[in-house]
């Protein structure tokens, strides 16, 4: 077959107009140019990115909403249509209020294929949804010629116990990091119907805040009531900074480390029967684990117990407030913030440090703390050791299911080991304790003979008796000298 006939048959079953190809083509190219400079222009930490699909493979159930969509991701999903006449009863909720009333898409990692009307509606929908839901109702004025309006707003009209479930799967819905719309548009939907702007705004980021505090009741906070923050890019972001460690570690662990602690075995020894001293002067061990080379790695609870590190639950104190991820390590203890683990854990770490891994600009704050904990409670023992300490409280089945929970969380994760991040000092003092010789031994010591009080008394009974043959022994041998003497 030759040519001339290959084009006439490709001529009569596909007919291709060029020019509208074209067309098409600049249209397509002018609409991701425009997406990519408002990208470029805006700040990267906004960017709402998607889960990378083989982090998504670690477990789907985390990473996509079960009730509830926010934002284009997972906008229309056959199981998330219910909650969208919630959404229209919200919106009816915000116009009655008061009758008067392209940069968008890219604060989206990702375009999608809805049109422009259908995304708009998409974000007055879901951003009135936030206002009523979240309780950023305060400051609205109310045109008085409308019909009079709950001040609680609307609610799922269903069984007290449906209601229950679904309100709670919708607020970790909210939490998703493919489930984001920006903040600025709900505060810009919100300042259109407020009596003042100025005063206004910053009741409804207050009253935002108050409601992820409740979502983090159960996690220590620095951020109170009088430091609430002013600005966030989404709910997933107010989140993370609500967890963010609130003391610099660094500080604290190189100025300690340099401390000389000779007389600390004795001290302690004395204090606590025989509950000897666990650091001493560290600058060698420090200047060895320094090193550029070294691949750091966090041991396991059990092994750094055994090198007589004592692990403590951090109490809470409102006058020198502390957060989750803020751990103290000193004199041989380490203070660890008490962490509840429940069913819903794994979602809310996993997209917390989806959200590091996607916008480098938040730090990496809670992802170094998962690595911390991955690699602390690796096994049921660690998991146990920590939870007999009141460190950890989980309502999971077995210890071994928490263990491999924190596990899993590390997969697909990058993380630089030889990098700055906020537990480095902890790190390498923690190391240094380890590696000494004279730790493990009076460790050892303690763990064996002094654990139990009894074998304890028992110890020091007998190496009484044997001090007491040692002198009775040595004052035969001196009157015996003395006779031979005389």
């Known amino acids: 077959m030759d040519d001339d006939m290959l084009t006439e048959l490709y001529d009569s079953t596909d007919v291709v107009d060029i020019d509208e190809l074209v067309d098409s083509m600049r249209a397509d190219l002018n609409r991701r140019t425009t997406l990519d400079e408002c990208r470029k222009n805006g700040n990267k930490c906004g960017l709402i990115c998607k889960i990378v699909h083989r982090v998504r493979l670690t477990d789907r159930n985390v990473y996509e909403p079960s009730v509830l969509s926010i934002g284009p991701y997972h906008h229309s999903e056959s199981q998330l249509i219910a909650m969208e006449t919630e959404k229209w009863i919200c919106a009816d909720y915000i116009l009655k209020l008061n009758r008067n009333g392209g940069e968008t898409r890219g604060s989206y990692g990702e375009d999608t294929e809805m049109d422009s009307k259908e995304f708009l509606q998409m974000l007055l929908l879901d951003s009135c949804f936030i206002l009523v839901y979240l309780g950023g109702m305060r400051g609205l004025c109310r045109d008085k010629h409308t019909q009079e309006v709950s001040d609680d707003g609307p609610g799922i009209q269903e069984d007290g116990d449906t209601v229950e479930w679904y309100n709670s799967s919708a607020v970790y819905d909210l939490l998703l990091l493919e489930n984001q719309i920006p903040f600025f548009i709900v505060r810009a939907i919100y300042q259109l119907f407020s009596r003042d702007t100025v005063a206004t705004t910053p009741l409804l ?282």
């Open 205 to 486: 980021t207050s009253d935002i805040s108050e409601f992820m505090e409740g979502i983090l009741y159960h996690f220590p906070k620095v951020i109170t009531e009088a430091n609430r923050p002013g600005d966030f890019y989404h709910l997933l972001h107010l989140c993370h900074m609500y967890l963010k460690p609130g003391q610099k570690l660094d500080e604290q662990h190189h100025g300690h480390a340099g401390k000389s602690h000779c007389f600390d075995y004795i001290y302690y020894f004395g204090k606590k029967v025989f509950c000897f001293g666990r650091e001493q002067n560290m600058y060698h061990e420090l200047n060895k684990l320094y090193s550029p080379q070294l691949v750091n790695r966090w041991r396991r609870a059990v092994n750094y117990h055994e090198a007589g590190i004592e692990f403590r639950k951090r109490e809470f104190d409102e006058e020198d407030p502390h957060s989750l991820l803020d751990i103290k390590f000193r004199k041989g203890v380490m203070e660890i913030p008490c962490l509840l683990i429940d069913d819903k854990s794994s979602l809310l770490f996993r997209n917390l440090v989806a959200l590091e891994q996607t916008c480098p600009q938040v730090g990496e704050d809670i992802t170094a703390y998962i690595v911390l904990m991955s690699q602390l409670i690796s096994t049921a023992a660690d998991v146990a050791l920590l939870a007999q300490k009141g460190i950890i409280v989980h309502q999971m089945e077995s210890d071994e299911e928490v263990s491999t929970l924190f596990t899993k969380l590390f997969e697909h994760v990058g993380f630089d080991y030889n990098g700055e991040y906020y537990l480095k000092s902890l790190f390498y003092v923690m190391e240094a304790h380890y590696q000494s010789r004279l730790n493990r031994w009076m460790a050892l010591l303690w763990h064996k003979h002094f654990s139990n009080p009894w074998l304890g008394f028992a110890a020091i009974t007998s190496a009484f008796i044997v001090l007491c043959k040692l002198f009775l022994h040595f004052c035969r041998i001196s009157d015996k000298a003395i006779g031979s003497i005389k």
